[in-house]
Structures are given as structure tokens and as C-alpha cells.
């Protein structure tokens, strides 16, 4: 059985799956990244929009991941992008809350020395707020790219493609290779995202704060 | 079939056959998943406070299983031949539960305060009734903040299970979209996201109720 794994494991509807997947949430999480973190760094200027961005993406992670997709055939079709629309929709909240969180709890003595040094509010923002408040942006990107990576799976059932679509054809045609072909490397394209962005946290983490880096909201 | 998004007549004429039914499956799978996982995690929790270095291993392979995706998840279980059906997305909601639980139960009984501790031996508890009589109450704001994610979690991917035959509202979710009926697709899709977001702010309410007394600050650090 192993062999046969194998065999499906190099063969071009690999590839070409494995390609989409890569594709699907890559792109996912980049425009994810471009819409949140701005969003955060906008709603970090007042606490009650902070507060209501963490909120509303608080019910927003609370909604199912085949639900969003799903949702999103009636409305978009099938296809590469309602999927990529559906798996950015979910990648949002846990970029959003972590950043808000992250901007919100940098120090204000931080901001009003940077400010008593000249800084201007966008120096501050780049050269202070942002690098203190990394590690738990990080932390928030770490949550969103696990979650796209597992959530693209899903994106076969709207015609998105993906690694997926092995696993499903492996489920309908009662096929243990297929099934394998398909569930291992997903799984471990899911758990490589995540070590990796654990080393991306760890070194997004400023020198000065390694020590206190413990802090991780969830 | 149909070029309304929402026909209502179909939801009237599908509630007590399919639509109810669904729910019902979805609530019974994800409350025994969740239930199974705790009856596990609660003495393993309890376990890796006295014996501290078994915290980092059952963290990292609670882990490793929490980050496998769902689907991938069944379909290892099915191709190891266990038949498709509710036991392959039981084991595999219970699996996805652990590492929650566990961790909060651990991070429970650590915030009880040691002058409690001490004031409990010093009026004679044995330490077995100091973990029921002492501990596990003063942890089980903690414990119920786990249980609330792990519940969130468990509605969500049950939807998933649908595929796998184990029934609930993923069901209406996937016959709508092999009978490209938006209709089935959007009644699984909002009720499964209702009930995530009332189990959600539900377990919220019993965890606030359980803690009167502090600060909601270590539940936002568990």
C-alpha cells in the first residue's frame, strides 16, 4: 500500500493539487494580512473601535470553516475564487484580534517617550508599536496560516481544488491509497506551518523583549 | 433547482423531517465528543500537575493532533479501516478536544493560590480532598473556559463529519451543494454558525458565573 501511496504521491494530479493548495492559502493569507493589519493599526487609535473589532472577530472565529465556505457557493459559484474569498474571510479574525490586542497593550509611557523624542505618529506606529506588539501579531499570523492550510482542504466541496479533492476521490471510491495521498501530506503541510511560524515568532520577536515573550493571547 | 437563495416553503415543509433531526444529531455528536474528551482529560490534566515533566510531551502530541485538519484526520481513521460513520468523527473530535482541556485543567489547578493549599493541610484534608474539595473547585472557571473552546471547536468541525457519514447539520451543507440548492446549503451553514455562537456566549455566561470573584483576566490567558 505504501508503494501504491507513493506512486499517487508523485504523480502530476499531485502536484497540481498540492499547487493549488499552496496557491489557495498563500494568497489567502497575504490578503488577509494586507486588509487586517492596517484595520488593526486604524482601530488601535480608539478603544471602543478596538473593542469592537476584537469583539466582532471574536463571534467571526466562532463561525464554522465549511459554513463560510459553503456560504460562499450561493452567493460566488464555484471555483479558485470564491474559495480564496472564503478562505481570506476566515484568515481575518485571528490577524485582526491579535494585532488589535497587540497595538492596544503597548505601553502608553512607550508611545508618549518615543513621542517626547520627536517621533512622528506613523514613526511611532512602524519603529515602536509595531516591533513591541510583533510577537503577539506573530502569534495571531501563526493561528490564521494553521487554520488556512486546514481549511483549504475544504475548498474541493466548492470546486476550489486542492489537496482535498485526493482525500474526497479516496472517500468515494473507498480507496486507502487515495485517502493516505491525500491526508498525509495535508497533514503535514499543517503541522510545518505551524512550526514554521513558530520560528517566524520567535525571531519577529525584538532582542529587548526575548525574555518577556511568554505573552501569547490566544 | 431553483434561482431564489432562500426558499421558504422548503424550510417550513423540511423542519420536523430534516432540519430538526439535523440539529439534533449535530448537538447529540458534539456534546458526547466533548464529554468523552473531558472524562480523558480531567484525570490526565490532573496527572501532569504532579508529574510536571510529562507537561511539555502530552502538550506536544495533543498538539500535533489538534493541527491535523479535520478531514485529513477521518480519512487516516477510515483508510486504517475503521468503517465511515459516527466512531471515526467521535475519535477525531475527542482528539481535537485534548489539548484544550488538558491544558486548562493543568493551568487551573496551578492558579490555586498556595496559602489555600496550606490552610487546607493545615485543617487536616487529605491531599485527595484537596484536589476534589479545594482544587477542582477554585480551577473550574478554567476548566469551563477550555470546555467552551473545545465546544466552539467541536460544533465547527462536526460539520465536517457530515462527509464521513456521521450525520448533523454538515449533512443539509453537502446534499445542498451536490444538489446545487442554496436553500439546504444556507440553513446548515447559518444554524451550525448560531449554534456555535450561543454554545460560544452560553458556556461564556457559566464561566463568569463560576468566578464572581476575579477578574476576567486569567480566563483571556487561558
Known sequence: MAGRVWEIIQSDAFSRALGEHLRLSAWALLVAILIALPLAALVSQSPLASFLAINISNVGRAVPSLAILALALPFLGLGFRPSLLALTVLAIPPILINAAIGLREVPASVVESARGMGLSTGQILTRIRFPIAAPVIFAGLRTSAVQVVASATLAT?????????????????????????????????????????????????????RISSRTRPA | MGDELIRWRWVRNNLGDQILPALWQHVVLCAVSVLIALVIAIPIGIYVTRHRSLYTPVTFITGVLYTIPSLSFFAMLISIGIPIGRTPAIIALVAYSLLVLIRNVVVGIDSVPRETLEAARGMGLTSRQILRQVELPLALPIIVAGIRIATVTTIGVATIAAYIAAGGLGDLIFRGIDRDFSTQIIVGAVLATLLSIIADFGLLAVERQLRPWSRRRAARAA
Open chain 1, 157 to 209: 466541496f466548492i470546486g476550489g481544488g486542492g489537496l482535498g479533492g485526493l482525500i474526497v476521490r479516496g472517500l468515494q471510491r473507498n480507496s486507502p491509497e487515495y485517502q493516505l495521498a491525500g491526508a498525509i501530506p495535508v497533514a503535514l503541510l499543517a503541522i510545518s506551518t505551524e512550526l514554521g511560524f513558530a520560528a517566524l515568532q520567535r525571531l519577529a520577536t525584538p532582542k529587548g523583549l
